[in-house]
């Protein structure tokens, strides 16, 4: 048995059984393609207008958040209601705040914990099945070194809310790779952004980092977007 929501179609009896869905991108949703249109083009203009000169301003911080806050719109129109589209805009509207605060070096530790909260929605979100404790063994291998050299580099104020935001991300990362789909895509592409970007800003200036981070980051979320087509908890229309 089968239902439709704005022409994609979702295994009602898969879902029943609490078993995410099987979505069907391409050719038989063109219209997603069509919705996200205004994400790609307000990411283009993000990209185009930004120059490490630029002064921080609340019109620098608007241009940067409409990605998301167009993804935001995006959930709420296409896929209404639903406790897991709803923890995704939630999550959403947080990294907005998030963005906005990064624009300005003096709130870093503001956007950070907007961003610390964006991932627990995403946790609440991803939810604890199928549990997958074998992925934290790669997770460790790949994290501890890496924090490790970043924490001699911190400065004392700082080595404290970012391990607390590292282990959060790496939770974060374990439920998004465990659930699969483009939610892990999500979920990887996000841990690299946050890498470049703390690496770049607290070890070493990394060449075009401004570039790879938002363009991983941007990826991320979109792809952590799509990923309410594949929620179990898709209701039918």
Same mark, same amino acid.
């Given at each position: 048995m089968q239902a439709t929501l704005g022409g994609s179609h979702v295994d009602m009896d898969?879902?029943?059984?609490g078993l995410p869905g099987k979505p069907r991108f391409s050719a038989?949703?063109?219209?997603?393609?069509?919705?996200?249109?205004?994400?790609?083009l307000t990411c283009a203009v993000y990209f185009l207008l930004w120059s490490p000169e630029n002064q921080p301003s609340w019109v620098g911080a608007l241009i940067k958040c409409?990605?998301?806050?167009?993804?935001? /719109?995006? %959930? $709420?129109?296409?896929?209404p209601g639903g406790s897991y589209s709803l923890l995704l805009q939630g999550a959403l509207l947080c990294s907005a705040v998030g963005d906005s605060c990064l624009v300005w070096p003096e709130a870093f530790l503001h956007g950070m914990a907007a961003f610390a909260v964006a991932h627990l929605l995403y946790l609440w979100a991803f939810g604890l099945t199928?549990?997958?404790?074998?992925?934290?063994?790669?997770?460790?291998?790949?994290s501890i070194p890496y924090y490790g050299l970043l924490l001699w580099h911190l400065p004392p104020d700082m080595v404290l809310p970012l391990t607390a935001y590292s282990l959060v991300l790496? /939770?974060? %990362? $374990?439920?998004?790779?465990?659930?699969?789909?483009?939610?892990?895509w999500g979920a990887l592409l996000f841990t690299l952004s946050d890498a470049v970007l703390a690496w770049n800003l607290f070890v070493h200036p990394l060449p075009h980092a401004h570039l790879v981070v938002m363009a991983t980051y941007y990826a991320a979320q979109v792809l952590i977007a799509l990923s309410a087509f594949q929620s179990p908890r898709l209701k039918s229309n």
């Open positions: 898969t879902r029943e059984e038989q949703q063109p219209h997603v393609g069509r919705w996200l249109s205004p994400f790609f409409l990605p998301i806050l167009y993804l935001v /719109v995006f %959930l $709420w129109t296409v896929y199928p549990l997958k404790p074998g992925l934290l063994l790669p997770i460790l291998l790949a790496a /939770v974060m %990362l $374990w439920r998004g790779l465990a659930r699969g789909g483009s939610t892990c």
